[in-house]
């Protein structure tokens, strides 16, 4: 049985998916169309508020406190899509409440907008209701390694995964810290949700084919294991009143199979039946990402035209009838991550529900990681905050500072280099230093030359 760290916490969302789909009125005279785009902005504009409570904070304590949370959330400045924020008191009687005192933070997540863009002038239509606000705490008990054997023994046993309770520690922040120019985050969690309730709603299978199967494909670097672990730790949250728990199953097939070759297929089978057990539960719902699928699901056509080992073609057999046998489980989602696109089975890909490309940073993108980097340091007192970083929408909007011009020249240079190589800049930057503290100018300085550096290593 799954332990139950959220039973206290349950609140969550049964509203349908399609409420959140903007329409466009594409029949109204011209003169209404701009009233028409705000109705419509107004209509999309359905939040899911998260809040993290404080330790020791039960939800009894905050739950009857619901018209506070939604005044002093329209009181807040700065608010953006995704961004987390703390939750400051009001000068007038609002803040006699208790709030700030019981949660650590807010995140105010619309899956209709991009990614950090501005809320405040939305922030009047919100409303808040047990159904888009979702309370929790995050578990810090880190990863439980789960074994795995060819014959059940312990001699030869070797870790064969890595069960973690969600929502976790380690899986904070991840969400907001990728940077896409692209809607994927949204969605790609949009759409997993909407697989979940097809699933609830007892959705003939004969008639829908749902396999609650993802597979991100991509470059090493771009973050799909990150985006995966990020997506499961939001619905998670988001879906704490239907499943009293939730855990991942995090598979590293490479390294895991690479040991017994040879018996692959049996192993892929003692992986699902593990996976099959936390399913019995219900009201436990079970996130499996199988990192570096290709290591499993190679095509096929491709091993026998190459003469392998008969072993690599009864592993992908294996893991074609698990996925088929998985699919009868509503509370279990199967995320797979692949840098090898061709090399996967035709049959792999076709069973999955979607296939995202997930691409390297484009120079917008690289522009907003290189500027939250910066602002790390200052954070941190590494560099001395001269002046505010201008946004990417103060870029969109050509208002910029010399040094927002600076920056976008190095995300420029920056172009081709992995998301995760570019943020090891900074702490190769800073091991150019000669100071304790740096000036704004001197910290682009050596951010330049450490993006030299790892253009010279991506050759």
Not at 61 to 68: A, D, H, T, V
Not at 152 to 175: A, R
Not at 362 to 388: D, H, Q, W
Request: glycine residues 4%; hydrophobic residues 40%.
């Amino acid at each position: 049985m799954i332990p139950d760290p959220q039973n206290e916490l349950s609140n969550g969302t049964h509203e349908d998916p399609s409420n959140e789909v903007q329409v466009l009125c594409n029949e109204n005279p011209a003169n209404e169309v701009q009233a028409c785009f705000k109705r419509n902005d107004e209509k999309a504009f359905r939040p899911h508020v998260e809040v993290h409570l404080k330790k020791g904070v039960s939800k009894s304590q905050i739950q009857g406190m619901l018209m506070e949370l939604e005044i002093l959330i329209k009181k807040q400045k700065n608010l953006f899509n995704w961004i987390p924020f703390v939750l400051q008191p009001c000068c007038d009687q609002v803040d006699k409440v208790v709030l700030p005192d019981l949660v650590n933070r807010i995140v105010i997540g619309c899956t209709n907008f991009p990614d950090a863009s501005p809320l405040e002038h939305l922030l009047e239509g919100l409303k808040l209701n047990e159904f888009n606000v979702h309370y929790y705490r995050l578990n810090s008990d880190g990863a439980m390694s789960q074994s795995l054997s060819v014959d059940g023994g312990s001699d030869e046993s070797s870790m064969g995964s890595l069960l973690w309770q969600l929502p976790c520690v380690e899986f904070d922040s991840m969400w907001e810290n990728l940077v896409y120019d692209s809607n994927l985050k949204n969605e790609l969690l949009s759409y997993v949700h909407a697989l979940i309730q097809l699933s609830d709603k007892g959705a003939d299978m004969k008639i829908i084919n749902v396999n609650r199967l993802i597979i991100l494909l991509g470059p090493p670097g771009t973050g799909k294991t990150t985006l995966c672990r990020g997506v499961s730790q939001h619905l998670s949250i988001r879906l704490n009143s239907r499943f009293s728990s939730s855990v991942m199953v995090e598979i590293n097939s490479h390294s895991l199979f690479s040991k017994w070759f040879s018996e692959s297929g049996k192993l892929v089978l003692k992986m699902f039946d593990q996976i099959d057990d936390l399913a019995d539960d219900g009201r436990c719902m079970v996130f499996v990402l199988i990192d570096e699928i290709e290591s499993l699901g190679m095509s096929r056509d491709t091993s026998t035209s190459r003469g392998d080992p008969a072993d690599s073609i009864r592993a992908v057999n294996a893991l074609l009838t698990q996925i088929d046998r998985i699919r009868r489980r509503p509370n279990v989602i199967v995320l797979c991550t692949s840098n090898l696109e061709d090399c996967l089975d035709r049959a792999l890909l076709d069973r999955a529900d979607v296939v995202k490309h997930v691409e390297k940073p484009s120079v917008n993108a690289m522009y907003t990681i290189l500027s939250k980097c910066v602002e790390e340091f200052m954070r941190i007192g590494v560099v001395v905050p001269e002046e505010r970083i201008p946004s990417i929408i103060d870029v969109k909007n050509n208002s910029i500072s010399p040094i927002g011009h600076e920056i976008m020249e190095l995300a420029k240079l920056a172009q081709g280099v992995s998301g995760r190589s570019v943020r090891q800049i900074p702490a190769l930057a800073w091991s150019k230093a000669d100071e304790d503290y740096l000036s704004l100018s001197s910290c682009l300085s050596l951010f330049r030359e450490a993006i030299l550096e790892k253009n010279k290593q991506c050759r």
